[in-house]
């Protein structure tokens, strides 16, 4: 129940065009899930979070998708950039468990 | 922008050893965190810790494992006699509150010889 399902493993998308991550869990407490972005040799770095009283944010790009129904939510790269390949993880935690629980992470190439 | 930083970035110890971590939270941040990320695996939460004392730890936590923060501003992980499955990077991070975003050091590549 504590498991965060992440997919695809790997993805591959042409400049310009969307990148699409999906996550998964089972723990109906979860209150709060976050994505980081990994470059190679740095720590993972925050790049949007999401409450599920919500069902889309916005942040320049980047849009995270949540399904409270479906207990799934998801990662949307519009217009994907090279700098943007890296490693993404999706992670989530429960106000009452200060720990974050990780997807296994997506390493995302983007051909120029 | 405030910053985690950890040092050393690489630390290199031969098994039975003793090492230790360390890291400088960001300054008004009240939780810490330690995160260990074997190669190409996912990230794993090791301890948090809140108002001088372990919050929540996981199963890897055990015994040979221990946190302080002896001053205001370290945040150190010891491990008391390293094994070779001890290897990987170990990520410290630190949020206002719990339950907030976490924001993560660059790591420390630990290898265990």
């Known amino acids: 129940q504590q498991q965060v399902k992440q997919s695809p493993q790997s993805l591959i998308v042409q400049k310009g065009g969307i990148s699409i991550i999906n996550c998964a869990y089972e723990?109906?407490?979860?209150?709060?899930f976050p994505w980081y972005q990994q470059f190679p040799g740095k720590g993972p770095a925050l790049l949007i979070a999401i409450r599920p009283d919500v069902s889309e944010k916005k942040e320049g790009r980047f849009t995270i998708s949540f399904n409270k129904s479906a207990k799934q939510f998801s990662l949307h790269i519009m217009d994907s950039q090279p700098g943007d390949s890296a490693t993404y993880f999706c992670a989530a935690a429960d106000r009452t468990l200060p720990k974050l629980i990780w997807g296994l992470g997506t390493s995302l190439a983007v051909n120029p | 922008e405030p910053e985690v930083t950890q040092t050393p970035s690489h630390q290199v110890t031969q098994m039975g050893q003793e090492v230790i971590l360390r890291c400088v939270p960001i300054?008004?941040?009240?939780?810490f965190y330690w995160y260990r990320q074997i190669l190409g695996q996912k990230v794993e939460f090791l301890v948090s810790f809140y108002n001088n004392e372990i919050s929540e730890k996981s199963e890897i936590f055990d015994d040979q494992f221990s946190v302080e923060r002896p001053d205001g501003s370290n945040f150190t992980l010891k491990i008391r006699s390293t094994k070779l499955e001890d290897s990987a990077m170990y990520f410290c991070?630190?949020?206002?509150?719990?339950?907030?975003?976490?924001?993560f050091g660059d790591g420390t590549r630990l290898s265990i010889l």
């Open positions: 300054s008004n941040h009240l939780y």
């Open positions: 723990n109906t407490a979860f209150d709060y």
């Open positions: 991070a630190s949020s206002d509150y719990s339950n907030q975003p976490q924001h």
